[in-house]
């Protein structure tokens, strides 16, 4: 289960906040729309299948609600800070990055 967070907007919309074992390190997920199940279910039809969030453990830093509003797609991603609170210093990428097979190398 991913450890999470959600914020409801004063227009209504929610930003949820999903931290997502992914590769070694894990992602942060976060994704707007207009309630909270809507949200989960953009994540499941990307791919994430068993995507819950129970509680409020974790919810979105006024940073990232910013970031995830100014996004076209309402839907991005970063390096999930380590368990001893450390943020890596990263940018924020849109999901497409995350989803995209690794390039081929040729040689």
Not at 31 to 58: D, E, K, P, S
Not at 69 to 90: F, K, M, Y
Request: proline share 9%; aromatic share 6%.
């Amino acid at each position: 289960m991913a450890a999470g967070g959600f914020c409801k907007l004063p227009n209504g919309t929610v930003v949820v906040a999903l931290n997502l074992p992914y590769g070694s390190a894990g992602v942060r997920v976060l994704v707007h729309a207009q309630n909270r199940a809507r949200a989960l279910t953009r994540l499941r039809n990307l791919g994430f299948r068993a995507i819950y969030l129970r509680g409020n453990a974790a919810p979105p830093t006024p940073d990232e609600i910013t970031a995830v509003l100014h996004h076209p797609d309402g839907l991005i991603w970063r390096t999930a800070p380590t368990d001893t609170g450390v943020i890596v210093n990263e940018l924020w990428h849109p999901i497409r990055a995350l989803l995209r097979p690794p390039a081929v190398q040729q040689g």
